[in-house]
């Protein structure tokens, strides 16, 4: 499946966040990417910022368009407010799940975890990023790969507590979702109206 493997800085520099994890690039130039990239620019349309808005979304989270379409029409489906269930289900992906429990420092290092069988659900191998998980389901990693290095240095010193939705248990090396999180526990900076009303215009 195709994925950005593109220069990450210059993405992050384009939305002014780190949304790929720390960027020592981004921090010394905290202006966007191109030859005119340090002097005013035109503003941006409405479309413009929806555009950039669904896109910040699409990176953050590693989907490609027709995966981040579906999810969209999902969430359309379902009781409450589109934007926060698009973001619920994004949060629910797999591969998140890994790098929010701490078994990996990026998501696309999460995916990789996924992608090469090293990560269980409720005992079973699941080698399928996008893989939605449901409440109560456990996430582990097989028994023979808890001692990968890539997995211990990513749990080193990895604050746990600092999502509510999951429960971290240190003996098994495994996490499960306890409930589908609020809005207001998903720390990332995406502002889904945003990209309700962009749908919405199709």
Known sequence: ???????KSKIARKFGEPIFGPDKVLAKKNYPPGQH??????????????????QKAKYTYGVLEKQFRNLFEKAQTKKGITG????????CRLDNIVYRLGLARTRAAARQLVLHKHILVDGEVVNIPSYSL??????????????????????????????PWLEWDEVSK?????????????????????????????
């Open 174 to 202: 495994s996490g499960k979702l306890l409930h589908i999180p609020e809005r207001e526990d998903i720390p990332e900076n995406i502002k889904e109206q945003l990209i309700v009303e962009l749908y919405s215009k199709n």
């Open 1 to 7: 499946m195709a994925r950005y493997i593109g220069p």
């Open 134 to 163: 449901k409440q109560g389901q456990v996430v582990g990693v097989r028994e023979k790969d808890k001692s990968m290095i890539v997995i211990a240095d990513a749990l080193s010193g990895f604050n746990h507590s600092k999502y």
């Open 37 to 54: 990239g340090n002097t005013r620019r035109r503003k941006t349309s409405e479309y413009g910022v929806q555009l950039k808005e669904k």
């Open 84 to 91: 926060v269930i698009l973001l619920q289900l994004l949060e």
